[in-house]
Every structure is written in structure tokens, then in C-alpha cells.
């Protein structure tokens, strides 16, 4: 029987050799990545792409096509690898740019004979013109798909950066190369010169019209002979254990127009066709990043802000925020896993001592015992000094970065904040908060999500989780209304003026000293809305624009807008929910919660678990479509590496600081202007 798959889900594998049929409607390019246990790919030779269709174990399509059938098989795949990423990208300079504009694809495993072991239909995609579709992956032994669906609006150079490829640009574009060589030589020859009387006649006559698809080939899809064998922020949504979203950047740029046709070449040209790539950059690539200077022999490298890969700084401290996060992850598991080996080691040991009963009494029994606890004693010892190695190293690093990150990922006492001027562009990410792990709590790494917000957020005002905080409910309200207002206003400053706007729902007018800042400021839409009137307009008013941009953009209209539509990207904070919503508004909030972000609409409820919890299982789809944060520090995240649990702190104002004020006042100058 198929499994249908939803994104994140898993399913075994039976066989070992198989095809990934890919069925997109349009044409799109199919590739493959091979990966280590660490996620990352060794070199361009670990990736299957159109110029280099073929890697042991493995075959993809030779050319971008609507329907692929990709070859696999997985005993024949080296040792090293332990997963495969199937990747699906639009083909530059020729139909849509994005797949928001196009059937969602369905990719499908099956065996050798036809017979489907799974399927997953990818939705939700929008401006990301490259996607990782599925991933075989072995877990003790055996191999398991999942259903992906990750996207990258950067297209397949941002996707294989991700991936860890350092030549992911060059590749990419020898991909897209590969790609056009092969659509311009399944270009059709231009028709016979004619005289010169019907040369302009037989020009108009074969153009295609606007109403006429492009009817260009499509690829071969054939079916793919057997291979012969030759020689891995918050996927968890709402509750405990929720995972930090590996980066995968969303985009957040106004959608083009998607080309309806592709003119032919016709006899009224006046020299040959050109096939060059009309959609590859030749501009020169970034200036490297900085390095350090040499380090002493023996001592470890100083660290240096911005040392990792992108084509911005901005990026490049992404990355490298983002490197120290798996770092701090991966060498506290190796600790763990050294100290769990150390009990575990001393264990059987004074097992097989005293396994004797002669043994245990005397000085014979006290001695094993201290030899073991001395073994024991010296492995933790040698994990503890990797890990304040690995510590030191990370600490250094944060030193030099944390002082040269932008606003929009910085602490609210960085300086930078007092040389803050409203942006021009939306940054690539945004700064919730901090993490740490209980092995280094000196050392926090910034949690950064990326821009536009995928999920909206559920700020937990309850103290179901919070027992060791000893504020009492009112106050674990006004601290989570807190935490509400300073994401709300980082948002708002680091978007460009007019495009980020703010309702605000307080029903019974309890949050009016924490919503002051944004009050007095001007920067919001309106007052906030208090009463059932004021909860059903604000909502009313939002459902609508979502329903509105929703049919704009299927129907391929965007133009067709109402006027006075905002067209900026929408935040809509909700204090204490749910109290004053009943279940037209509750339901409502879902809809905007599941259809908003896609939209730009998105939500942020600052609410106690166990009060919704009285509206039984109406609120649980609600729950688990937000990420929780907390007002106080509390350990509900998990990394997608090994899952530890991360103790995140909110970003709050320092106590006493006017630097929120100064930030809103030149947000609200700026706005001025777009609101006239």
C-alpha cells in the first residue's frame, strides 16, 4: 500500500533499488546530493546533475523535463554516504521563475517494476525557484525516505551552500549551463527564407500568440535502465521538544511575472539566434571573506567576524552563527556521549568484579571499586578538556562576532542599535532570542529565523512549564506582553518603511502599560482593538486580505488588488487569548494562522496553554501551526542534529534603556510619508 507523505514524515524502504519519478507539469531540472552522516556533501563529485547525469549508485535526467524517472541504488552508493537529497529546480530564462507559479510537484518512489512504495505532493512553495523534494537516508542499517519539501528562493546556489558545497555558485552554474545547452538544442531550426514581400507575413504567422502555450520539448522521460552496481526555527510545532529550523532561506522579494510563452525564432531575424543564458549573472563574484592572521604553532586560529561563506556579510555571519550553533551542538553530544560511555564502562567493570560474592567484602572489593571509579574519573576528565577546548574556541568566536552583527540579529544593547537607520532591503533573518545548553551557559548562541516568518509565534504567558520562575500570573503575563511588543518592534525596524504593519487585539485593555512604546510611537495600523466589535473588525479585516491575495495570486492578477489594499506584510498581536473570542474568531485565528504566512499575514498570541486547553481539541491545530516561546528562560527547543534540548531566553529591553523609543520614533518618522 502507498504512503502518502506529509512534510517531515518518514517511511522504510524495502528495496534497495528503485526510481524517484518526479511529475512537475512544467519543465524542471532533477538532480541528486550524496551526504555524509554530518549532512554535508564531500565535493562537487557527490552531486548528480544534468552535466554529470551519473554517480555510483545513481542516475538522474540528462535535461530539464516535466516528468523524471531517477535510478537508485542504494547498496551500490559508497560507504561514506548515508543520505541522498533529491533536488528539484526550475530551469533559468525559460517559463516560471517560481513554483508558487506552477502545479505543486509530485514525487513518488517506486520499485523496479512500477509498483509505489510512497508518495508527497510538495505544497506550500512560493518564491523558491529550487527545492530539496525527499531524502533517503540510512538509520541502523536500513534506509528510510522523508518527505522534505525544503525550499530556497536563491535557487540551486543557495540550496547547495546549504548543503555545505563550497563550490555550491560555480556548480550552479555550470548547472544551469548544462540546462541550456540542452534547451537551446532542442530549439527547432528557423523556417526557410522566403522573399522579402512574405518574409514579415510568415514572422507574424509563427510567433505564438498570447493564448498559446509553449510548445517547446519537454524532455525525454524514458524509462531509466537498472543501475548495475559498480563498486539529515522548530519542526515540532507548539510543545515540548520543538525543533530549530535549519536555514533555508524563504525569500521575501516581490514576485515576478510569470512568462506565459517563449517566442520562436523567426525569418524576420536579422542574424542568428542567440542561446546565450539570458538569466546568468556576469557580474564579478564578492570579495572573499576576511581571514585571520596566522596563529602562534600550536594555538588554535583566531576566530574573525564574517569568515564563512555568502555573498553579503550579512550572509556570512548567518552562516557563521549558524556554524557555531551546530558546533556547540555537536561537541556537547560528543561530551555526553563520553561521560555515558565513562558510566556505562565502570558499570561493567564492577559488575564483572563483584560478580564473584568472595569478592565484594575485603580489600580486594575496594580496590576494583577504585580502579574503576579512577578509570571513570579520567574519561570524563578527557571529555570535559575537549569540551572546554571546543568551549573556548566558540566563546572567542562569539566575542568577535556578536559586536559585528547587524540590527536585525543583534541583542537590544548592542551598539549598533544607536546607529540604527531604517533599512532599505528585508534582512535574511531576525533575532528571537538566545540559546544555550546547561554544559556552557556562559556561552549563547542568537536564535535567528528567517524572514518572512514561516510560522507565527504562540508567546506561553503559563506556568505549566515555568515552576522555577517565581513570578505569579500576572506578572508571567505582562513579561510575555514584554517579550510580544520587543519582537513586534524588531520587526518593524528592520523592515523598510511601509512595508511591516501591526494590529494589535487586547479585549479587555489589560496590556495598555506594555503596549505603551507601540502606542505612543504611532507605529501601529490603529489603537488596539478592545470589545467583541473591535476583535471581529481586526479580524474580519485581515481574513479578508488573505482571501484576497490568495485568489490574486493563484488567478496570476496580482494587479487586480483593490486600491487600498496594504500590500505590506501584516503582524497581528493577540493579548491573552482566549479570553474575549468566541468560535466564529477562534476559528479565524486558525485560518489566518494556517493560510496567513503564505500571504504575509501573521500571528503572534500571547496566551496560556492551559487556559486554551479549555476549548479541548478546537485549539490544538492553532498550537501546533505557532512556535512557542517563553517569557522566562525554559528548555523546550531541540536542535534537528541530536536533539538537545535548548534553554532559550526572549530578547528583552534592557531594564531602563531608551533604546526601544529611539528605534520606534525613527520607524514611525519613516512611515509617515507612506501613510499619507
Do not use: C
Not at 506529509?6 to 519543465?27: D, I, K, M, Y
Not at 540528462?62 to 537508485?72: G, S
Not at 512560493?126 to 518527505?147: H, M
Not at 540550496?159 to 548547472?175: F, H, K, N, V, Y
Request: proline share 10%.
Amino acid at each position: 500500500m502507498t504512503a502518502e507523505l506529509v512534510r517531515g514524515q518518514n517511511h522504510p524502504l524495502s528495496q534497495v533499488r528503485l526510481e524517484v519519478r518526479v511529475s512537475a507539469g512544467r519543465p524542471v531540472v532533477a538532480g541528486a546530493t550524496l551526504s555524509d552522516e554530518q549532512g554535508r556533501i564531500r565535493g562537487v563529485e557527490w552531486v548528480a546533475h544534468p552535466g554529470a547525469p551519473t554517480l555510483p549508485g545513481l542516475e538522474v535526467s540528462k535535461q530539464a523535463a516535466a516528468d523524471h524517472r531517477l535510478a537508485f541504488d542504494l547498496d551500490a552508493l559508497p560507504g561514506t554516504v548515508h543520505r541522498v537529497s533529491v533536488l528539484l529546480a526550475l530551469p533559468t530564462g525559460v517559463g516560471p521563475v517560481r513554483f508558487g507559479a506552477v502545479a505543486a510537484p509530485l514525487v513518488a518512489v517506486t520499485g523496479l517494476d512500477g509498483s509505489e512504495v510512497a508518495s508527497y505532493t510538495i505544497t506550500g512553495l512560493d518564491t523558491e525557484s529550487a527545492v530539496v523534494a525527499l531524502e533517503l537516508y540510512r538509520r541502523q542499517g536500513a534506509w528510510k525516505v522523508r518527505a522534505v519539501g525544503q525550499g530556497y528562493a536563491g535557487g540551486l546556489a543557495e540550496l547547495l551552500t546549504d548543503q555545505g558545497l563550497p563550490e555550491a555558485r560555480r556548480l550552479a552554474d555550470s548547472i544551469n549551463e548544462a540546462v541550456a545547452q540542452g534547451l537551446a538544442r532542442s530549439v527547432s531550426a528557423p523556417p526557410p527564407r522566403t522573399p522579402d514581400a512574405d518574409r514579415s507575413r510568415q514572422a507574424a504567422a509563427s510567433a505564438p500568440g498570447p493564448d498559446q502555450p509553449y510548445a517547446g520539448p519537454q524532455g525525454a522521460s524514458g524509462t531509466v535502465p537498472p543501475l548495475q552496481p559498480p563498486s539529515s526555527p522548530y519542526d515540532t510545532p507548539g510543545g515540548q521538544g520543538a525543533t530549530v529550523p535549519q536555514p533555508g532561506y524563504q525569500g521575501g522579494g516581490t514576485a515576478q511575472t510569470d512568462p506565459s510563452a517563449v517566442p520562436q525564432p523567426s525569418a524576420a531575424a536579422t542574424g542568428p539566434v542567440d542561446y546565450s543564458h539570458p538569466g546568468r549573472q556576469t557580474s564579478a563574484p564578492p570579495p572573499p571573506p576576511p581571514t585571520a592572521p596566522p596563529a602562534p604553532p600550536g594555538q588554535p586560529a583566531r576566530p574573525v567576524a564574517g569568515d564563512a561563506t555568502g555573498w553579503s556579510m550579512e550572509e556570512r555571519l548567518y552562516n557563521q552563527v549558524w556554524g557555531m550553533f551546530e558546533d556547540l551542538a555537536r561537541t556537547t553530544a560528543a561530551y555526553r556521549s563520553a561521560v555515558d560511555f565513562a558510566d556505562s564502562r565502570m558499570e561493567q567493570e564492577l559488575d564483572k568484579a563483584l560478580s564473584d560474592p568472595r569478592s565484594r567484602i575485603g580489600g580486594q572489593g575496594d580496590a576494583a571499586r577504585e580502579a574503576a571509579q579512577a578509570k571513570h574519573a579520567d574519561l570524563v576528565d578527557q571529555a570535559r578538556a575537549a569540551l572546554d577546548r571546543d568551549l573556548a574556541q566558540l566563546t572567542a568566536e562569539a566575542d568577535v562576532v556578536e559586536p559585528a552583527l547587524p540590527a536585525a540579529y543583534a541583542r537590544w544593547d548592542n551598539p549598533v542599535w544607536h546607529g540604527y537607520r531604517v533599512p532599505m532591503e528585508i534582512p535574511m533573518a531576525v533575532r528571537l532570542g538566545d540559546l544555550h545548553l546547561p554544559e556552557s551557559e556562559e556561552l549563547s548562541i542568537p536564535m535567528l529565523v528567517r524572514l518572512p516568518l514561516e510560522r507565527g509565534l504562540w508567546i506561553d504567558s503559563g506556568r505549566a512549564t515555568l515552576e522555577d520562575s517565581l513570578a505569579d500570573s500576572d506578572e508571567l503575563l505582562r513579561l510575555a506582553m514584554d517579550t510580544a511588543v520587543a519582537n513586534a518592534a524588531r520587526l518593524l525596524a528592520v523592515y523598510p518603511a511601509g512595508e511591516f504593519t501591526v494590529h494589535v487585539i487586547d479585549p479587555a485593555g489589560s496590556a495598555a502599560s506594555s503596549l505603551a512604546p507601540l502606542v505612543r510611537s504611532g507605529v501601529l495600523d490603529g489603537p488596539p482593538a478592545a470589545g467583541a466589535t473591535g476583535v471581529a473588525d481586526v479580524l474580519a479585516r485581515l481574513t479578508r486580505r488573505v482571501d484576497l491575495v490568495q485568489m490574486a495570486v493563484r488567478g496570476g492578477a496580482a494587479d487586480s488588488l483593490p486600491p487600498g489594499l496594504d500590500t505590506a506584510e501584516q503582524l497581528l498581536i493577540v493579548n491573552d487569548f482566549p479570553h474575549g473570542f468566541d468560535d466564529r474568531a477562534v476559528t479565524q485565528l486558525r485560518y489566518l494562522a494556517d493560510e496567513g504566512p503564505a500571504v504575509g499575514v501573521h500571528l503572534m498570541l500571547v496566551a496560556d496553554r492551559e487556559d486554551a486547553a479549555g476549548y479541548g481539541p478546537l485549539l490544538d491545530p492553532l498550537w501546533r501551526a505557532l512556535l512557542r516561546l517563553t517569557p522566562v528562560p525554559d528548555d523546550h527547543l531541540a536542535d534537528p542534529w541530536v536533539g538537545h534540548a535548548w534553554t532559550y531566553e526572549p530578547a528583552l529591553v534592557p531594564s531602563g534603556s531608551q533604546v526601544l523609543q529611539q528605534v520606534l520614533s525613527q520607524v514611525a518618522a519613516a512611515r509617515r510619508p507612506w501613510n499619507r
